[in-house]
């Protein structure tokens, strides 16, 4: 196959049995039909959005800069650390500047409200971000001996951070957490979406949680974008922290930002297979059993079962009399 010159668009495609020029073509058309219909202005020569594979890349590395000597290289000596974390810091939040900037580009583009002064607010982001991260380390400790301590099975709190799927979750989230507040929630969906990918442990960035987090196992637990979960909270695989129904508007549009996730207070325990919808809340010390499906909040202590969910609520969640 040989390359060709496409003079239309100053690009070259492969000359072969595919049809090559026909499709390039048509797929050129498409994206022009839903670049019009989404009101996208025309980019050449960069890119409009954040990259995947770039923040991936950053969170990489910042795991290790947070953790150096377990999740950093494998030929890292202790008296190298300091310029390992300092060297790995600095290019992470350049990469990390520069996605910032091209969310807030993108924002400043299609939003009347949005600052013009992009740059100076994209370096102000980043340099708070890189600023919390001592904190950030400090709240994930508490995270790791959570699990330490809240799993008979884990040897050591090496072993939890090394292998648990759970706190590889939490410690995106943190990060990804921090980003969102700090305003560019596209990065920390980004950041956050990485570790679903590889855990199968949803957490949505604007999900806050509170210190000594654990989750046990971890496959298909969801927590949604307004849940609010206290300290020493502990979860096992499946649980879903989600929301019961969504608003529409009048126009029938969907409303987006409403708190519509639940409350969950210190020191509960939600075994696997819960689903907790709504803005309810579970109160502080309470035992959420397995494959509970509940919609009413309860009170501090509570310890719910499955048959005694379903004894005090009816066939559509709601509580009895």
Known sequence: ??????????????????????????????????????????EFGAREFPSRDALRDVADA????????????????????????????DAALVSLLRQVQLELRYNARHSPDASNGVDAQARAIVESFALSLPDLRRLL?????????????????????????????????????????????LVARIIAEAAHSITGIDIHPGARIGAGFFIDHGTGVVIGETAVIGERV????????????????????????????????????????????????????????????LTRSVPPGSNVTQASSLHEQGADGSPKG
């Not at 947070?66 to 310029?83: A, I, K, T, V």
């Not at 995106?172 to 305003?183: K, N, T």
């Open 62 to 89: 910042l795991c290790g800069a947070l953790f150096p000597m377990r999740l950093g290289p494998s030929d890292l000596h202790q008296e190298s650390e300091d310029f390992y974390v300092g060297y790995t810091l």
């Open 234 to 293: 502990r979860l096992y695989q499946a649980v879903t922290l989600g929301a019961k129904r969504f608003p529409t508007d009048v126009e029938g549009t969907l409303q987006k930002g409403l708190p519509r996730h639940p409350l969950v207070e210190d020191d509960v325990v939600i075994y696997a297979g819960a689903t907790i919808l709504g803005r309810v809340t579970i109160g502080r010390g309470s035992i959420i059993g397995g494959n509970v499906w």
């Open 141 to 185: 400790d508490t995270d790791v001996l959570a699990a330490f301590q809240g799993d008979p099975a884990a040897r050591s709190v090496d072993e939890v951070l090394l292998c648990y799927p759970g706190v590889l979750a939490i410690i995106h989230h943190r990060l990804a957490h921090r980003l969102y507040s700090l305003g560019v929630p």
């Open 1 to 42: 196959m040989n390359l060709k010159d496409n003079g239309s668009t100053g690009t070259s495609v492969l000359d072969g049995p595919w049809q090559l020029d026909r499709i390039v073509s048509e797929l050129r058309a498409v994206r022009s039909q839903w670049r019009g219909a989404q009101q996208r202005t025309r």
